[in-house]
C-alpha cells in the first residue's frame, strides 16, 4: 500500500486565462459575406505553449496506463505497446501520407496493408482480409452489412432477418446487429459455453447470423466449434467470428479453421496498437471465399510489381470510414508480426494463457471461479461471496486501484453474478502477476469500512456516476451555467 | 521447450515477453502441467493449424530497417508541392503537440471505466467536448467517434429517431466516399437517401428541390456540408433551417472554417459533426482519424457515443466520469444508440491541445492567410487556359473546386505529379459504373506549405499539362 497518484489541484483550462465574455470577432476574409461571418471569436483561453504542457503534463500523471500499472481488464487485452512501433508510425514516410496521393507515390503505403492484410488472412484461416473497418464494433457492423448483401444476392434477405447470440456476446455485438438492420435472440449458455441443444432449437431459415467468440468472455474454449459451425451452416446462416479474444489462439488455431465464415480481428488488442485512451483502435475483417467479394472498397492487389486500389468489385458493401482504415496502426501492427514471427505468435498466446492459468489458480483461493478449471487467455472470479460481509465487485475494484493496478473489467458477462472478468496478456511477468495476486489478497480481505471508502490514493476519490447522470454538466458552458454566473466561468471546485 | 528462434543478426533484442524458459516451465509445474500443449487441450485436434509461412522473428534492428525499406517507397508530401486536401487535412502541427500525445500515461490507457484512475483523460475529453460545443455553438458534444464520415452516418441515425419519414437528403456534391458511408449506416433502416442537385454556376444547393421534398411530409432531415464539397460557402444553408421547420439538420463542418464562421447553431444546425485530424493530428494515409459530433441537449439521450460528464466525490471535490452510458452497447445492447465501443480518444486529446497551443486568434488568422493564399492560388490557376479555377462563383476559405476542361482530372493530376504537384484529387467516385460528380472535377486546397513560390510552380506546371497531351503516358 504504497502507491500514491498525484494529486494536483489542476483547475479547467478556462480557469488558468478565462476568456472575456465576448470575445472579439475575427477580422472580416475578403471575399466572404458578412452574414456568414462570426459574430463573436471562439470562447477559449490565449495561453502560452508552456501553460499548455503543463497542464497536459500534469493530466497525464492522473492517468493510469500500461507503462504506469499492471491493466487486468479482460477482454481488453491490455499488453505492452513497443516503442519501436511508435518511432515508426512517425516516420514522414508513413504520417506525411496523405491518402488522396496518387498511387505511385504511396507503393510503400500499399505494400503494408497488403502485406498485413495477407499475413492475417493466414493467421485467421480465411481466404482474404480488410484493414478498412475502425474498431472491432465497426468491423463487426461491416461484417454484418456483407452477410446482408450477401442474403440479399441469394434472395434470402426478407426472410433471414435473425442473428443469434450467445449470452456472453460482448455488447457490441447485439448492438451491431440492430445497426445492421437484424434482430437478435441470445441463446443461453451451459456451464459457460453455448448450449448446443439450445443452438440447435434455436436455429430456423430466419437466421441470418450467428456471432461468436471463441474463447469466448468466460475465458473458455467453444471446444463443440465444429459442431456449432455444422449447426449453423445446416441452418443456411453465416458463422461470425468476434476476435475480440484472438490473443490466446494465436498460430494455434484460427477462425477459418474453426468453419466461420467471416470474422473481425482488434489490432489494438492482439497485435499491439496502443488503446489511446479508447482509442484509436484498428479492426479487421476476414472473409472466406464466399463473403470476401462483400469486403469494402478498395482493396489492395498487386499487379505485378506495383501495388493498386481495386475499386472493380461489384459485389462489395462500398465504404465503411474515409481512407483505407487506420494505417498508422496497421504499421505498428506489422512491426509486431516482423518481431515476432510465426514462432513467436504462438509463444504469445501461450505465455498468455500460461499467465491467465496460473493467476486463475492463485486468485481462485479468494473468491469462486465459475466454470471449469482450463482457461484460455483470461478467466472470471465471482465476488457474490463478498456481498454477505456488504461487499460488492464495484467496491473491490475501487480497492484494487489503491494499490496501483487497474481493475479487472466488472459485471460482466452478466451470466456470472459480481463478476470479475481477469485478463493478464503475455506482457506480463511473473513478478507482476505475483504482486497482483498479493495486492489482490490484501484488497479482498480488507475491512468493508475500507473497501467501501476505496479508492483513497488516487487524484479523487469515489466518483457519484448518479450525479453525473442526473446534472448531465457536460460541458465548461454548463457548468458556468450551473454555477449561475453567465459572465464568467465559475470557479470549479477542484481537487485538493 | 525453446523460445522462438529469430533472424540471427546480433543486434539486441528487447524482451516483449517476459521471462524464460526455466520460468515458464516452472509456471507451469505449478499447474500440474508439463509443456505447453496442455494448455490447448480443450482444442480439438480437427481445427489445429499447420505452419503458416509467416516467417521467423527479428530483432528491433531488424523490423525496423524491414519496415523502412518498405517506407522508403512512399513519396510523403513534403516531397512535393502539395494542394491536397478535402476532409484530411495537411497541416503543420506544433511540437507541444506530439510532445503531449506522446505522454504514454494517455496513449498506453484504455477507456475510462474507473473514472478515479483515469482523471487526466477524463478532464481532457470534458475540455474537448467543451471546445467543441463553442465551434459548433449547440449544446453538448460527445467524446469522439471514428471520423467525420461514420460520425455523418451516426447523425443520419440520430436524426430518424428524432423525426418520421423515410427520406434523407444530402448534396449531391458531397464526397463520394461520405455518400458510401451514409448508404452503410442506413442499410439497416427502411430509409432512401436523396441527392440534392446543386446550380451549375454556383455550386449551391437547389433549396426548391429542398422545399417541394419537405411538402411531401416525409423527409428525417437534411444534411449539408460547410464548406461543401466543392470547397464552397453556400449562403443558402443560412436559409434552410426556414424551410426544414423541425426536420432536423445536419452540418457536417470544418473546425478551422468554424473559427471564422457563424457557428450552425445559430442558424438551425441539430447536429454538427466534422472531421478533426487537421487539428493536431497528422493525414496518417487517411487513418487514424477524428469524428466530432455535436447536437442539441434534448437529443442527447438518443445520440451515440461516449459522453464525459462533471460529478462530484465524496469529499465534494469536482471530478469527471463517462455518464449516460445506458444508452450505450455495454449496458443497452441491442436497444443501445450506436455499437460504438472504442473511439478516437488520444485524437480528441491531440485536437484540444492544438487547438489551446494555437489559441483562438491564432486559429482565426491561420484561417484568414489559407483564405488569402487561396486566393493567389485562384488567381494564378484562374488565368489557364483549359482550367475553370475555382469551377463555382461562389465564396471560399482554403480550398475550391478545379474544372480541367474536357479532360480527366485524373490524367491531369498525373501530370502535375511528374512535375512534382499535387495538385489535388479528383471528386468523382472511382468505382466503375458509378454515377456522380464528373471526372473533370478536383479539389484543391492551399495549406501552410505551399507559399507563393510553389504556387506559381503549380501554375506553371498546371499550363504545361493542359490540353492534349501527346507525351507517353507513363
Partial sequence: ?496 | MGRPARRPLGAAVPRWIPGDAAEEQALLAELGLRQFDDLFADIPRKVRLGRLGLGPGRDELDVVRAVDKILDRNRPMGRFASFLGGRVAHRFQPAAVDAIVSRSEFYTSYTPYQPEASQGMLQTLFEFQSLWVELTGLDAANASLYDGATAAGEALLLAHRIHPGHRFLVPASLPWEEKSVLANYAAGLPIRIEEIPYDERTGRLDLEFVRSAVAEQNVFGLLADVPNGFGHLDEGLWDVKEILGKVPLVVVADPLALTVLDPPGNWGADVVVAEGQGFGSSPSFGGPLLGLFACRREHLRLSPGRIVGATADAAGRTGFTLTLQTREQHIRRSRATSNICTNQSLLALAFVVYASVVGPSGLAALQTRLSERARTLAAALGSIDGLAAPRFEAPYLGEFAVEVRGAEATTFLDRLRRRRVLGGHPLADPRPGATGLPASLYLTAATEFTDEKEIQRYAKAARASVGPHRGASS
Avoid at chain 1, 500534469?58 to 477482454?75: C, E, H, K, V, W
Avoid at chain 1, 434470402?156 to 460482448?170: C, G, Y
Avoid at chain 1, 469500512?449 to 450525479?467: K, Y
Fill in chain 1, 1 to 496: 500500500m504504497t502507491f500514491r497518484q498525484a494529486r494536483w489541484d489542476e483547475p479547467l483550462l478556462w480557469e488558468l486565462a478565462p476568456p472575456p465574455p465576448e470575445p472579439p470577432a475575427p477580422d472580416a476574409i475578403p471575399g466572404i459575406p458578412d452574414r456568414l461571418r462570426r459574430k463573436q471569436g471562439v470562447a477559449w483561453p490565449e495561453l502560452s505553449e508552456l501553460e499548455v504542457v503543463r497542464h497536459y503534463t500534469r493530466l497525464s500523471q492522473m492517468n493510469f496506463g500500461i507503462d504506469t500499472s499492471a491493466y487486468p481488464l479482460g477482454s481488453c487485452t491490455m499488453k505492452y505497446n513497443p516503442k519501436v512501433s511508435e518511432r515508426l508510425a512517425r516516420r514522414p514516410g508513413a504520417a506525411e501520407l496523405h491518402p488522396y496521393q496518387p498511387v505511385s507515390t504511396v507503393q510503400g503505403a500499399l505494400e503494408i496493408i497488403w502485406r498485413l492484410e495477407r499475413a492475417l488472412g493466414r493467421l485467421t484461416g480465411l481466404a482474404e482480409a480488410s484493414l478498412q473497418p475502425a474498431a472491432g464494433a465497426h468491423g463487426e457492423f461491416a461484417a454484418l452489412l456483407m452477410a446482408r448483401a450477401f442474403f440479399r444476392d441469394r434472395g434470402e434477405l426478407e426472410q433471414r432477418t435473425e442473428v443469434l447470440l450467445p449470452d456472453t456476446a460482448h455488447g457490441t455485438n447485439p448492438a451491431s446487429a440492430m445497426m445492421a438492420g437484424f434482430t437478435t435472440r441470445e441463446i443461453a449458455s451451459k456451464e459457460g459455453c453455448v448450449d448446443l441443444a439450445a443452438l440447435r432449437a434455436a436455429v430456423s431459415d430466419r437466421t441470418a447470423v450467428f456471432m461468436l467468440t471463441n474463447p469466448n468472455t468466460a475465458g473458455l474454449f467453444e471446444s463443440e466449434i465444429q459442431e456449432i459451425a455444422g449447426t449453423v451452416h445446416d441452418a443456411g446462416g453465416v458463422l461470425y467470428y468476434d476476435g475480440a479474444n484472438l490473443n490466446a489462439i494465436l498460430g494455434v488455431t484460427g477462425p477459418g479453421r474453426m468453419g466461420f465464415d467471416i470474422a473481425h480481428l482488434n489490432l489494438h488488442k492482439t497485435f499491439a496498437t496502443p488503446h489511446g485512451g479508447g482509442g484509436p483502435g484498428a479492426g479487421v475483417l476476414a472473409a472466406n471465399e464466399r463473403l470476401a467479394p462483400y469486403l469494402p472498397v478498395p482493396r489492395v492487389v498487386k499487379q505485378g510489381r506495383k501495388f493498386v486500389l481495386d475499386y472493380d468489385r461489384p459485389k462489395s458493401i462500398g465504404k465503411i470510414k474515409t481512407g483505407y482504415g487506420n494505417f498508422g496502426l496497421d504499421l505498428r501492427a506489422y512491426a509486431f508480426l516482423l518481431y515476432h514471427g510465426e514462432d513467436g505468435l504462438r509463444h504469445v498466446s501461450r505465455r498468455a494463457v500460461l499467465n491467465a492459468n496460473y493467476l486463475a489458480r492463485r486468485l481462485g483461493k479468494f473468491l469462486p471461479r465459475p466454470f471449469r478449471e482450463l482457461v484460455k487467455h483470461e478467466f472470471l472470479l465471482s465476488g457474490a461471496p463478498l456481498k454477505a460481509k456488504g461487499v460488492r465487485t464495484l467496491d473491490l475494484a475501487k480497492r484494487l486501484l489503491d494499490e496501483g493496478v487497474h481493475a479487472p473489467t466488472v459485471y460482466f458477462p452478466s451470466l456470472v453474478d459480481e463478476a470479475l472478468m481477469i485478463e493478464f496478456p503475455e506482457t506480463e511477468s511473473r513478478r507482476e502477476l505475483d504482486a497482483f495476486a498479493a495486492a489482490f489478497e490484501r484488497a479482498v480481505t480488507d475491512t468493508p469500512e475500507n473497501l467501501h471508502a476505496a479508492p483513497r490514493n488516487l487524484a479523487i476519490g469515489r466518483l457519484d456516476e448518479v450525479r453525473a447522470a442526473k446534472e448531465l454538466r457536460l460541458s465548461w458552458r454548463d457548468l458556468r451555467s450551473a454555477a449561475g454566473k453567465v459572465e464568467a466561468p465559475a470557479p470549479v471546485p477542484s481537487a485538493g
